[in-house]
């Protein structure tokens, strides 16, 4: 049995839905799976666990200032364990930028970091126009405009691969 910590950022809630799936698949072997916010929780002691998993989303370009903080404060601690990155954004719904050597906000995060996960994926994240205020449905829809996505200001749309996300589980639970 092995004691493992999911730490995610999000904004929206998609990471933390991910997150929870993860969890569940996790946990189906002898494991316990502890689920945190970084936002809500930035100073968890880590040491308490065997296994450490980190997911954030993408947002205007970048993973949260919280995320950088975190993986800063605890380089030492996570090399030192079995650990692993994902990260969240709709870049990846293309198949050329779905892989952690083809989509861009990955590759430039690992450049920005010290710490060099074990494990990586990258999952494809979820759009919901109306839930956003004015100005972010505003930008996200231009960017979406610029990259040939959808649109339409009544747009709700996942791409998320639950398979792949339940994949990485497994790998998670063998590493
Ligand atoms: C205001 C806003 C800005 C975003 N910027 C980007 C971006 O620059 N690149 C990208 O690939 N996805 C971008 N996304 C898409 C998010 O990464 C996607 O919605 C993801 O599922 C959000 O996960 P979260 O709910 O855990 O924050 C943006 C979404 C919003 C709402």
Same mark, same amino acid.
């Given at each position: 049995m092995a004691n493992i910590l999911i730490i995610y950022s999000t904004t929206d809630g998609h990471t933390h839905d991910i997150s929870l799936r993860l969890q569940q698949v996790i946990g189906e072997g002898d494991n316990s799976v502890t689920l945190l916010s970084v936002k809500d929780d930035?100073?968890?002691?880590?040491?308490?666990?065997?296994k450490i998993v980190v997911g954030a989303s993408i947002r205007y370009g970048k993973h949260s200032r919280e995320v950088y903080e975190f993986i800063k404060t605890n380089k030492q601690l996570l090399e030192n364990k079995p650990n692993a990155f994902f990260s969240v954004n709709?870049? @990846?719904?293309?198949p050329n930028k779905n892989q952690p050597h083809t989509n861009p906000y990955l590759i430039k995060f690992l450049k920005q970091i010290s710490w060099q996960p074990k494990e990586l994926a990258v999952f494809a994240g979820r759009l919901d126009y109306p839930k956003y205020s004015f100005w972010d449905r505003l930008m996200i829809r231009l960017i979406m405009w610029m990259t040939n996505?959808?649109? @339409?200001?009544?747009t709700v749309v996942e791409y998320t691969d639950w398979e792949q996300v339940e994949s990485f589980g497994r790998l998670v639970d063998k590493m």
């Amino acid at each position: 049995m092995a004691n493992i910590l999911i730490i995610y950022s999000t904004t929206d809630g998609h990471t933390h839905d991910i997150s929870l799936r993860l969890q569940q698949v996790i946990g189906e072997g002898d494991n316990s799976v502890t689920l945190l916010s970084v936002k809500d929780d930035p100073y968890v002691d880590i040491s308490q666990f065997d296994k450490i998993v980190v997911g954030a989303s993408i947002r205007y370009g970048k993973h949260s200032r919280e995320v950088y903080e975190f993986i800063k404060t605890n380089k030492q601690l996570l090399e030192n364990k079995p650990n692993a990155f994902f990260s969240v954004n709709v870049v @990846a719904r293309k198949p050329n930028k779905n892989q952690p050597h083809t989509n861009p906000y990955l590759i430039k995060f690992l450049k920005q970091i010290s710490w060099q996960p074990k494990e990586l994926a990258v999952f494809a994240g979820r759009l919901d126009y109306p839930k956003y205020s004015f100005w972010d449905r505003l930008m996200i829809r231009l960017i979406m405009w610029m990259t040939n996505g959808p649109t @339409a200001p009544d747009t709700v749309v996942e791409y998320t691969d639950w398979e792949q996300v339940e994949s990485f589980g497994r790998l998670v639970d063998k590493m």
